[in-house]
T-cell receptor, first 115, second 114 residues
Framework: GENVEQHPSTLSVQEGDSAVIKCTYS??????FPWYKQELGKGPQLIID?????GEKKDQRIAVTLNKTAKHFSLHITETQPEDSAVYFC??????????????FGRGTQLTVWP | ETGVTQSPTHLIKTRGQQVTLRCSSQ?????VSWYQQALGQGPQFIFQ???????GRGNFPPRFSGLQFPNYSSELNVNALELDDSALYLC?????????????FGEGSRLTVL
């Protein structure tokens, strides 16, 4: 099955700095890569995703890049704010047909943004 | 607001007992997935239901079972509870009928096994 590795496990940055979280995956059939933000006591919230036919996607302060050859993808948060503090998870999936709904998650990155 | 509702939000059980967790979605999608998230870990896929039948299972024993009803609400049942079953149980459904792959999660049911 798919194996997703995520680094770092913890990340502390000063408000206004950038944060980068990196993930690798093992199954070359995976073609859908979402990122989730999880705040304490809540369920994961989808913040951005990318598909294998795209190399980069941006949504305001958040961007995701994908390198299919190397099987890695990254989340970039610019101009970080204290409210960005949360646990971030990357995931991979084949993402269609009968496999819809089967996500393989990384272990998470606890991001802390200091004011 | 994801439109995915789970109940109960918290519960405490003892070893050997059985538990039923519930999930409903406003999207009306015919696919629902269940995940287990142990403390400090990423969610792990338990199984998926499609049109009331199990359609794929992760590495979980048969004492983890589920149901999906004609209105596409769902239940997760766990028999013979073990201490390691203590976790946040998450239900997820696709965002809409376009099958884009986007999954929306509920807030979860926090199970503590003593």
């Amino acid at each position: 099955g798919e194996n997703v590795e995520q680094h770092p496990s913890t990340l502390s940055v000063q408000e206004g700095d950038s944060a980068v979280i990196k993930c690798t995956y093992s199954d070359s059939a995976s073609n859908y890569f979402p990122w989730y933000k999880q705040e304490l006591g809540k369920g994961p919230q989808l913040i951005i995703d990318i598909r294998s036919n795209v190399g980069e996607k941006k949504d305001q302060r958040i961007a995701v890049t994908l390198n299919k050859t190397a099987k890695h993808f990254s989340l970039h948060i610019t101009e970080t704010q204290p409210e960005d503090s949360a646990v971030y998870f990357c995931a991979a999936s084949i993402g269609r047909g009968s496999t819809l709904g089967r996500l393989y998650f990384g272990r998470g990155t606890q991001l802390t943004v200091w004011p | 607001e994801t439109g995915v509702t789970q109940s109960p939000t918290h519960l405490i059980k003892t070893r050997g007992q059985q538990v039923t967790l519930r999930c409903s979605s406003q999207s009306g999608h015919n696919t629902v997935s269940w995940y287990q998230q142990a403390l400090g870990q990423g969610p792990q896929f338990i199984f998926q239901y499609y049109r009331e039948e199990e359609n794929g299972r992760g590495n979980f024993p048969p004492r983890f079972s589920g149901l999906q009803f004609p209105n596409y609400s769902s239940e997760l049942n766990v028999n013979a509870l073990e201490l390691d079953d203590s976790a946040l149980y998450l239900c997820a459904t696709p965002s809409d009928l376009r099958d884009t792959g986007e999954l929306f999660f509920g807030e979860g049911s926090r199970l503590t096994v003593l």
